[in-house]
């Protein structure tokens, strides 16, 4: 059994599109009209276009906005992302704008970083040692 297809709700589906794929470097793997205003919208890393899709998933089911208020008050991340190595692409990120509600946080032998995804989320971000 793997994950085949994860999800993040966001608040505008064009917007999203365009932070995870100009700023995060994901890659656009279907992008199919549900509807008058929704899309089937996913994306993937770069590097491996058959890996793990992430739907950018509208937010418009009622028990959304609560769930992610409670999440973003306590800073807890909605996804954990994994990259070569935190310090450098919390620099990266930030050339690109990205605001980061935890700076990189060595916990043993994983380190950490969690910014704000502009579409509602709070991401992480995180490396072995």
């Not at 009209?33 to 937010?59: C, F, K, N, Q, Y």
Request: charge should be negative.
């Amino acid at each position: 059994m793997k994950i085949q297809l994860t999800s993040v709700f966001v608040d505008d589906q064009a917007k999203a599109l365009r932070f995870y794929t100009d700023v995060l470097g994901f890659v656009t793997k279907h992008d199919v009209p549900i509807g008058e205003t929704d899309r089937w919208l996913t994306v993937v890393p770069a590097d491996d276009p058959d890996g793990t899709e992430l739907l950018l998933e509208p937010s418009h089911h009622p028990a959304v906005k609560p769930y992610r208020d409670a999440l973003v008050a306590d800073g807890i991340p909605l996804a954990v992302f994994a990259v070569d190595d935190v310090r450098a692409e919390y620099e990266r990120l930030r050339e690109h704008g990205v605001r980061f509600t935890q700076e990189p946080l060595d916990m043993g032998p994983v380190t950490t970083a969690v910014f704000d995804d502009t579409c509602g989320n709070l991401i992480q971000i995180a490396s072995q040692a």
